[in-house]
């Protein structure tokens, strides 16, 4: 099995934004054992789509068309592929009810270009969009099947793990099944990590190990492929223990999607433990990370953003002769932050930032010097220094991240 992935879009050619989508589906199918043999970009434009998709003709299998799904004139994809296969575009009831239910919601007038979303080359099969609009589609011709897919993030995952995959898998089924475990990793980079792991990688047969860097953390899809599915698991159940035990201090959790934040505030939920916090150079980031985790609210009420030393002084009750005598980037003053936030709002923890994001240097302090206080329950409050490098906004989501986990060990040690 050959399969292609076309990306649809100016805006990816252009570097406006960044293709995730294409990397993503390639993981997916390999999880299948469908090999990628080619991979492509093109922009919004029929002819030029045309002609993608009749090269891909020439040498793939499955061919796989994300993004141009949309509304506007410029989204083609269903269209050309439509044209294509000498197909009409049909509207799919399903799908139109659900963008007739979202503008009674919203309260807005449906454009009739709207209907384009709804609409799919004829006698293909519908691929439902659970967060979104667009329709996906499988059409399976003579000799190649074309899957349409959305090209927003969001939405191609939901379609693709909700309704492609499972047609994936009924389509090209193999005799063994193919297992995958994602770990994930914060703190190490992905040289390092894979400098540790080089005997393991380099002899890598059944389990494969493949490494991903992502912004500030590192993630490995462990794969194993068995005649059974718990012959699979007890395999990556081996290589595993082999992995930790060379990382473990790394390792925070599992899964595509999860995050670390997440794993932080699901704990905090376990243990009932409530958390403020008072930043000065994240701003409210950390909070903000909190409050996108469903649930938040039972172990979060709130908290300060202090970036002056005068709202330090006023908002968290620091002596002002103390914050002049230290510096607000200090560990003096991180331990003072995190101590009188927990006090404030009477929580079980209070954690801290202060700073220097950059790019100028403060107090004589280089950008990137960033101290985390945490007062965890009645432990004696801490301060961990950090130096941190490249831009200003990389150094803000290392410091939260690197904040939670602190936290995370910290719950962990405390059982």
């Known amino acids: 099995m050959r399969a292609e992935i076309i990306a649809v879009g100016t805006e990816i050619l252009l570097g406006e934004i960044t293709n995730t989508t294409t990397p993503f589906i390639a993981r997916q199918l390999a999880d299948l054992g469908i090999d990628v043999y080619y991979q492509s970009v093109v922009g919004d434009n029929a002819d030029r789509l045309e002609q993608a998709i009749q090269l ?4 793939s299998d499955l061919i796989i068309l994300t993004g141009g799904l949309g509304p506007t004139k410029d989204d083609l994809t269903k269209q050309t592929l439509a044209k294509h296969v000498n197909e009409k575009l049909v509207i799919n009831d399903a799908a139109m009810g659900v963008i007739n239910q ?38 399976q ?10 090209g927003p993030p969001s939405e191609l995952i939901a379609m693709f793990e909700q309704s492609a995959r499972p047609v994936l898998v009924k389509l090209y089924a193999q005799n063994n099944v193919l297992v995958s475990r994602v770990l994930r990793f914060h703190g190490i980079g992905e040289s390092e990590l894979v400098t540790r792991l080089a005997d393991l990688i380099d002899h890598q047969t059944n389990p494969t190990i493949a490494p991903y860097a992502k912004i500030n953390e590192v993630t490995l899809r462990i794969t194993a492929e068995a005649k059974q599915e718990q012959l699979a698991n007890q395999m990556l159940d081996q290589i595993e223990i082999s992995i930790k035990a060379q990382v473990g201090n790394y390792f925070y959790g599992y ?33 903000s990370e909190i409050g996108s985790i469903a649930g938040a609210s039972t172990i979060f009420n709130g908290g300060f ?34 101590r009188q936030a927990k006090a404030a709002l009477q929580t079980d923890i209070g954690i801290s930032f202060t700073g220097v994001a950059g790019p100028d240097e403060l107090e004589g302090q280089p950008a990137g010097t960033v ?3 945490i007062a965890y329950r009645d432990q004696a409050p801490e301060a961990h220094l950090f130096h941190f490098s490249r831009t200003r906004n990389l150094v803000r989501q290392q410091s939260v991240l690197t904040g939670f986990d602190l936290l995370l060990h910290k719950l962990q040690a405390d059982k």
Do not use: C, W
């Not at 891909?56 to 040498?59: G, M, V």
């Open 141 to 150: 011709a003579t000799k190649h099947t074309y899957m349409l897919l959305p």
């Open 371 to 373: 101290y985390i206080g």
């Open 255 to 287: 899964g595509e999607h999860n995050s670390l934040p997440a794993v932080v505030v699901n704990l905090l939920k376990q243990r009932q433990l409530s958390i403020t916090a008072a930043e000065s150079l994240t701003a409210g980031m950390f909070q």
């Open 102 to 139: 979202y503008f009674i919601r919203s309260q807005r007038l449906m454009t009739e270009n709207n209907r384009i979303q709804a609409m799919l080359p004829e006698h293909s099969q519908p691929l439902d969009n659970p967060v979104g609009m667009a329709v996906g589609a499988l059409y």
């Open 56 to 59: 891909a003709d020439t040498r």
């Open 305 to 338: 953003v202090t970036y002056s030393l005068a709202e330090k002084a006023h908002l968290l009750n620091i002596p002002t002769a103390d914050l002049k005598k230290f510096g607000v980037v200090s560990e003096e003053t991180a331990i003072a932050m995190a």
